[in-house]
């Protein structure tokens, strides 16, 4: 089975990013790594951070301009074969990982997401779902309805960054 690479971006993980790592931990799917690219927080995060053995790395990202050079450094600072992303504030099902790799080998696919659900309240919540099966790049320049933590993609076709450094508002 190939080794995923999951990275995680935080920064004022509390209290959402306990539940976001036992997500990861209970995973079935056991050939994987967790990188966490952590930026300066105000609460406690970097003490929860550092009481997680499973973690493999903990990069401390103070230059980056946004979330996307955080992630281009979780990215390169990755072993595994093909990189997930897990979002500090979602929760995986536990079979996620092995569900959409097996999905990606027996179709051969480089690139997958997956629907989720969004929480809107303690009592509510909404189904998100693509409106297409297929999705082109050009699909998602006009109107990228893909969730980051679903993604799942083989390392090999990032050329360069995955995301270009441009500097947010």
Do not use: C
């Amino acid at each position: 089975e190939p080794k995923i690479s999951i990275v995680t971006i935080v920064k004022n993980g509390l209290p959402y990013i306990n539940d976001s790592l036992k997500s990861f931990e209970l995973q079935s799917y056991h050939n994987k790594e967790l990188i966490v690219v952590y930026t300066k927080s105000d609460d406690l995060t970097f003490d929860v951070l550092k009481s997680k053995k499973f973690i493999k790395k903990i990069i401390i990202d103070n230059k980056s301009n946004n979330i996307y050079g955080s992630i281009n450094i979780g990215i390169k600072h990755s072993s595994g074969n093909i990189i997930a992303f897990l979002d500090a504030d979602d929760i995986w099902y536990s079979d996620k990982l092995e569900k959409q790799v097996k999905f990606m080998r027996e179709n051969k696919y480089n690139f997958s997401f997956t629907n989720y659900l969004k929480k809107i309240s303690n009592k509510k919540s909404i189904h998100v779902q693509s409106k297409k099966i297929k999705i082109s790049y050009k699909d998602l320049l006009h109107d990228n309805e893909i969730g980051l933590s679903t993604v799942m993609l083989n390392k090999n076709i990032i050329k360069g960054e995955l995301f270009p450094s441009l500097k947010t508002k």
